[in-house]
């Protein structure tokens, strides 16, 4: 079975300043997709980003990219010049087919 | 832009009791999900559906949890006996294809007394 682990419950990181998530997975499959689905307070689940696992070229969007390392099966993600806005749980998932199977979370704060 | 809605937000009922929640992916999705949120907890996949049956159900969806598609519009997850340990957040979402992001719905806060 995939199993995903994010093992930073929680991060804090200064307003402009950079952070970075971790996730690893585990997986026999070669073909696959990975996300981050972030949580704000509201508990909706808003996609992130999307990495397909058959591209060796790390998927941007805007402010955050992603660092994929199929070999090793990890796949973090960074933010750069953290905003306010950014405070939420952190989800990575995994996807094989149609079910999505997601990590523990990372709780992330930004200090003014 | 498009988006999946979910009815109630927040569900009360007693222990023993059937309830039914409501979504209504997005139209021109092709697969539907239900995925729950215990609190403080993961996101755990439920069941997915895709052409009037199921495709994939994970060990929670047992025979108390049941799926529908009433009509074109949507998309219901019914649970028969509601437990205690049913107090979740559950989260439906819809894609375009298995391969496509899955979008999600506000949720629907289930609390069971």
């Known amino acids: 079975a995939q199993t995903v682990t994010q093992s930073q419950p929680e991060m804090s990181v200064q307003e402009a300043e950079t952070v970075t998530l971790s996730c690893t997975y585990d997986?026999?499959?070669?073909?696959?997709?990975l996300f981050w689905y972030k949580q704000p307070p509201s508990r909706q689940m808003i996609l992130v980003i999307r990495?397909?696992?058959?591209?060796?070229q790390n998927a941007t969007e805007n402010r955050f990219s992603v660092n994929f390392q199929k070999a090793a099966k990890s796949f973090s993600l960074k933010i750069s010049d953290s905003q306010l806005g950014d405070a939420a749980m952190y989800f990575c998932a995994y996807a094989r087919r149609e079910k999505l199977t997601f990590g523990t979370g990372t709780r992330l704060t930004i200090i003014p | 832009e498009p988006e999946v809605t979910q009815t109630p937000s927040h569900q009360v009922t007693q222990m023993g009791q059937e309830v039914i929640l409501r979504c209504v992916p997005i139209s021109n999705h092709l697969y539907f999900y239900w995925y729950r949120q215990i609190l403080g907890q993961k996101v755990e996949f439920l069941v997915s559906f895709y052409n009037n049956e199921i495709s994939e159900k994970s060990e929670i969806f047992d025979d108390q949890f049941s799926v529908e598609r009433p009509d074109g519009s949507n998309f219901t997850l019914k649970i028969r006996s509601t437990k205690l340990e049913d107090s979740a957040m559950y989260f439906c979402a819809s894609s375009e294809s298995f391969d496509n992001e899955q979008f999600f719905g506000p949720g629907t806060r289930l609390t069971v007394l």
């Open positions: 997986t026999s499959e070669s073909d696959y997709y």
């Open positions: 990495q397909e696992a058959y591209k060796q």
